[in-house]
């Protein structure tokens, strides 16, 4: 035997490793599978309802789209879009604000390891805190309109933007912040000129990639009446209105595409 | 402009501060993104949520506290559905995903006229929110669990082929090279070069996407894919403390979820 087969028959024996959890990923599966009545049967109809998907989403209703004819123009897709993206914008933007305190109180290096753990914990039941249900108990409060959207989205994001924030200010670098007291510098210049550039292009960076996800969920929060495009979407989809239903997916398409590219862009550009 | 005179002779003008032009930019939106909220005072009752947290969390008018833990634990059968639901989606979109991501990534295939394709389509599926695709399975396979299996699966599809060819593409390719440059193909080269180097990241993620999928469970059940959400829907008319209970449990296990995910990532890395 020589030195190759002796090192080769030293390495750790992975596959059983390997063999053991694909075993129990398959056994996770054939168990959800079994252990839930699944209808096979309903596969069978799925030729027509894509015959009925396609031909309604072939014929898209320009009068639903721009809010013309028979539609008030504040019903039409462009509108209620124009909402949902303003619910997405301000509830990340009071989000982010009210997400700083929260990175502070969360941030080792700033408040001490016990404090900072009550906010961190504080943070994740925020972020585990479902959006739709907080949405459920705020309608209640606020009423049926955009501005329950805007409040869900904005307490609902202080969660992951304060973490990230948190985070941020974790891994803050010091040095600057020494130059500047070498120098003699006040606090306010050291928050002004030591922290806040070091800080700026994270904190816009985590709150624009929370703005993508906020516009995904403010078209979803519509079903319970927290405004934008859901409240029509789910009203379609009760009575499966393809032509109506399909002019609202393309819209929501667009819109995501839009608002994931400009800010794709912008984080670049902070980079 | 500010023009400084340095000591060495040359004159060095002082940048404009973009921020300034940053936070009017933020300022013109919100003024015109806040002409669509419209703020009617008559709408705001606060005292209206106390009385809402107080139905949901105490039993309602002749039930007691017993009534309301026992039918905490009549909720196993839905939350079992949500986990398994969130399970076999998990499982079957990651897989699904694996060969969309290796479609898509820059550095194997090499040819744009490929990757470009699969990523458009990709985008699109990732752009349709969870909730859509439950509506679109319900229209295909009726209520229930499939459909919440359809609408986790395809998301979670989405999801996966991003994470996994933004993994791909930053995979060291020395070894895939050195293998190729032995004679291997690209099929064995791939094998024994970068699947052990993305295997980790895979399972990690995958873990991460069934967290994401337990937690938007909710949402599903809400219209009709199934599992807790169901039972939030079935109540949310008339039995407010059921509710509350169902609230009470799904973040119990989310969190139960989150904890497992986290130890089992932490291990990974």
Redesign the interface.
């Known amino acids: 035997m020589n030195n190759l087969e002796k090192v080769l028959k030293k390495q750790p024996k992975k596959w059983i490793i390997n063999l053991i ?1 694909v075993l129990a ?1 398959l056994a ?2 054939v ?3 079994a ?5 096979w049967t ?2 069978n ?2 030729g027509i ?2 015959r009925i ?1 396609i031909e309604g989403l072939g014929s898209i209703n320009t009068d639903f789209l721009l809010g013309t004819g028979i539609y008030q123009f504040e019903e039409g897709v462009v509108y209620l879009a ?2 949902t ?3 997405a ?2 509830g990340t ?1 009071i989000g982010a604000v009210l997400a700083v305190p929260f990175g502070f109180l969360a941030a080792k290096n700033i408040v001490g390891k016990k404090v900072a753990r009550i906010g961190e914990a504080v943070l ?1 039941l925020i972020r ?6 907080l949405a ?3 309608v ?8 329950t959207g ?1 409040l869900t989205i904005g307490l609902h994001s202080i969660g992951m933007i304060g973490k990230l924030f948190s985070e941020t200010i974790e891994n803050m670098d010091r040095s600057s912040i020494e130059a500047l007291e070498s120098e003699g510098a006040d606090t306010l210049t050291k928050i002004r000129y030591g922290i806040l550039p070091q800080l ?1 292009s994270d904190l ?1 960076s985590i709150t624009l990639y929370r703005l993508d996800i906020n516009v ?2 403010a ?2 929060l519509g ?2 009446g927290a ?1 934008g495009l859901g409240a029509s ?2 009203l379609a ?1 009760e009575n ?1 209105n393809w032509d109506i ?1 399909g002019t609202i ?1 393309i819209s ?2 667009v819109m ?2 839009l608002v ?1 590219a400009v800010s794709g862009y912008l984080r670049n550009k902070l980079l | 402009m500010r023009k400084f005179t340095v000591s060495s002779g040359k004159t060095v003008v002082k940048p404009i501060n973009k921020i300034w032009f940053i936070l009017l930019v933020i300022l013109i939106l919100t003024v015109i993104f806040s002409l669509f909220i419209r703020i009617d005072p008559r709408n705001i009752r606060i005292g209206e949520l106390f009385i809402l947290f107080e139905k949901l969390f105490t039993p309602k008018g002749n039930r007691t506290w017993g009534d309301y833990f026992a039918f905490m634990l009549t909720l196993r059968e839905p939350l079992g559905e949500t986990l398994k639901m969130s399970l076999a989606g998990t499982v079957i979109g990651s897989l699904a995903a694996v060969p969309f991501a290796i479609l898509s990534a820059k550095n194997i295939l090499k040819n744009k006229f490929l990757y470009y394709p699969v990523r458009f389509v990709i985008n699109i599926v990732r752009t349709i929110p969870a909730l859509l695709l439950a509506l679109i399975a319900v229209f295909f396979v009726g209520t229930g669990v499939l459909s919440g299996i359809i609408a986790i699966a395809l998301f979670s599809f989405g999801i996966m082929t991003k994470m996994l060819y933004e993994v791909i593409e930053t995979v060291d390719m020395t070894s895939f090279e050195a293998l190729e440059s032995t004679g291997a193909n690209k099929i064995v080269a791939f094998r024994f070069s970068v699947i052990p180097q993305i295997a980790p990241m895979f399972v990690s993620y995958m873990i991460y996407i069934f967290e994401m999928n337990v937690r938007s469970s909710a949402i599903l059940g809400y219209v009709g894919a199934g599992g807790i959400g169901t039972t939030i829907k079935d109540n949310i008319l008339y039995n407010y403390d059921r509710v509350g209970a169902a609230i009470i449990v799904m973040l119990v296990v989310i969190l139960g979820v989150q904890f497992f995910s986290n130890f089992v990532r932490s291990k990974l890395q």
Not at chain 1, 140 to 147: E, I, W
Request: charge should be neutral.
């Open positions: 959890f990923v996770a599966i168990y959800s599978f252990g839930s009545h699944i209808n309903r596969f109809t799925v309802s894509l998907m124009l909402e993206l303003a619910i914008f301000l933007l994740v585990v805190f479902p959006e739709i249900i459920l108990i705020l209640k409060g606020f009423g049926v309109n955009a501005l805007v700026m816009s995904r969920s078209t979803v079903i319970i405004g979407l789910i989809a499966w239903l997916m929501i398409i995501v595409l994931d």
